[in-house]
């Protein structure tokens, strides 16, 4: 497999990355009869393998760690995954090869070292193109704050805690992490914001940055935001206090539960209500994730000319949630919920001081 482009995509979260992976399975045929593979062998997010793969102790993971998995089963697992993909690589002849995971922007060192050993392996390709988009770190937040309660069960109080601290490792050290393992002229650093400016989306920048041509191809939406009041009624709705159970090198949250079953109809009914969009965060909240951020923000504009500034703020403004038009919307769900669903959301306005149901 000489003479091959590989470009990974390591993210980073909340930049788009569910969109440009969906987009990329969506397409995998034309893509591969443009000379380009998204391989089939491996999951649309490929997150978890890279996990699995090329971290030294993947059974450290929070997922791993509840669901009992060792060391030795989650490494056999790759070494499956890796037995066919190889497999699929053999049988390609084209020349662009494309890998997306987003969770390898946070790996340390000896693991993206682990990544290029493998992949130098199994592709000898000729030249590596890394690609990593920023965002703006209060968007960022807000955006994490979000998903981490519509997918991750957490409450606003635990996703607040975890944005303001900064999300994990930030960008100076992934950057020159990658920088390097695969040298500096393989990485591709781009801002979210203008590449929406630039392309209109951020998978119509992706596939450009990749080369990829656009012809028959529509870029696909993923993770679209919810309204700000079924992410409260969804924190809500979680009970008892999150346990953390610490370990060596580990701290482990165990999920929430739900008071009531949701159903994936139920939530498809909960995501599609229309209401308002609340930032999450006070004055106080943004003052706070800044001053953690703020020399991450230098080094982005010093050294890759992507600049970043807080904005003024002001108080959260709640006098939208709960409207009308959104008030005529519940109405109409609500008897399409189950008895206990729905009698749980109307205890969970009336703690909102709602009452016009």
Same mark, same amino acid.
């Given at each position: 497999?000489?003479?091959?482009?590989?470009?990974?995509?390591?993210?980073?979260?909340?930049?788009?990355?569910?969109?440009?992976?969906?987009? +990329?399975?969506?397409? %995998?045929?034309?893509? #591969?009869?443009? @000379?380009?593979?998204?391989? /089939?062998?491996?999951?649309? &997010?490929?997150?978890?393998?890279?996990?699995?793969?090329?971290?030294?102790?993947?059974?450290?993971?929070?997922?791993?760690?509840?669901?009992?998995?060792?060391?030795?089963?989650?490494?056999?697992?790759?070494?499956?995954?890796?037995?066919?993909?190889?497999?699929?690589?053999?049988?390609?002849?084209?020349?662009?090869?494309?890998?997306?995971?987003?969770?390898?922007?946070?790996?340390?060192?000896?693991?993206?070292?682990?990544?290029?050993?493998?992949?130098?392996?199994?592709?000898?390709?000729?030249?590596?193109?890394?690609?990593?988009?920023?965002?703006?770190?209060?968007?960022?937040?807000?955006?994490?704050?979000?998903?981490?309660?519509?997918?991750?069960?957490?409450? +606003?109080?635990?996703? %607040?805690?975890?944005? #303001?601290?900064? @999300?994990?490792?930030?960008? /100076?050290?992934?950057?020159? &992490?990658?920088?390097?393992?695969?040298?500096?002229?393989?990485?591709?650093?781009?801002?979210?914001?203008?590449?929406?400016?630039?392309?209109?989306?951020?998978?119509?920048?992706?596939?450009?940055?990749?080369?990829?041509?656009?012809?028959?191809?529509?870029?696909?939406?993923?993770?679209?935001?919810?309204?700000?009041?079924?992410?409260?009624?969804?924190?809500?709705?979680?009970?008892?206090?999150?346990?953390?159970?610490?370990?060596?090198?580990?701290?482990?949250?165990?999920?929430?539960?739900?008071?009531?079953?949701?159903?994936?109809?139920?939530?498809?009914?909960?995501?599609?209500?229309?209401?308002?969009?609340?930032?999450?965060?006070?004055?106080?909240?943004?003052?706070?994730?800044?001053?953690?951020?703020?020399?991450?923000?230098?080094?982005?504009?010093?050294?890759?000319?992507?600049?970043?500034?807080?904005?003024?703020?002001?108080?959260?403004?709640?006098?939208?949630?709960?409207?009308?038009?959104?008030?005529?919307?519940?109405?109409?769900?609500?008897?399409?919920?189950?008895?206990?669903?729905?009698?749980?959301?109307?205890?969970?306005?009336?703690?909102?001081?709602?009452?016009?149901?």
């Amino acid at each position: 497999m000489n003479g091959k482009t590989l470009h990974l995509h390591i993210g980073r979260h909340k930049t788009g990355t569910s969109s440009i992976q969906a987009s +990329l399975a969506a397409y %995998r045929d034309l893509l #591969l009869s443009r @000379g380009i593979l998204y391989p /089939a062998s491996l999951p649309v &997010n490929q997150s978890g393998f890279f996990q699995i793969a090329y971290l030294p102790n993947p059974q450290e993971l929070p997922i791993h760690r509840s669901l009992g998995h060792s060391r030795l089963k989650l490494k056999r697992q790759a070494k499956r995954r890796l037995l066919t993909f190889a497999d699929e690589l053999k049988a390609f002849d084209g020349n662009d090869v494309i890998l997306s995971a987003e969770s390898a922007c946070v790996f340390p060192l000896k693991a993206i070292s682990n990544i290029k050993d493998s992949l130098d392996e199994l592709v000898s390709p000729s030249r590596y193109s890394i690609i990593f988009y920023t965002r703006h770190p209060i968007s960022r937040a807000l955006s994490g704050i979000q998903q981490n309660v519509k997918g991750n069960r957490l409450t +606003l109080e635990d996703a %607040r805690k975890f944005h #303001l601290g900064g @999300g994990g490792k930030r960008y /100076a050290e992934i950057i020159q &992490n990658y920088a390097t393992v695969f040298g500096a002229k393989a990485l591709s650093i781009r801002s979210f914001e203008d590449a929406l400016l630039r392309s209109g989306d951020i998978v119509t920048d992706f596939f450009s940055m990749a080369s990829i041509d656009l012809d028959g191809i529509t870029p696909l939406r993923q993770n679209e935001s919810i309204a700000a009041e079924i992410v409260y009624f969804l924190s809500w709705l979680y009970e008892g206090p999150r346990v953390s159970v610490v370990s060596p090198g580990q701290k482990r949250f165990n999920l929430r539960k739900f008071r009531v079953p949701l159903s994936d109809e139920e939530r498809k009914l909960l995501y599609g209500l229309k209401g308002a969009k609340a930032n999450f965060l006070s004055v106080k909240d943004i003052d706070t994730l800044w001053r953690v951020v703020e020399v991450d923000m230098v080094f982005l504009e010093e050294c890759h000319g992507i600049a970043y500034r807080k904005a003024d703020v002001t108080p959260q403004d709640n006098s939208k949630l709960f409207a009308p038009g959104f008030m005529m919307q519940v109405e109409a769900m609500l008897p399409r919920l189950s008895v206990q669903l729905r009698n749980e959301f109307k205890q969970f306005l009336q703690t909102q001081g709602v009452t016009q149901l």
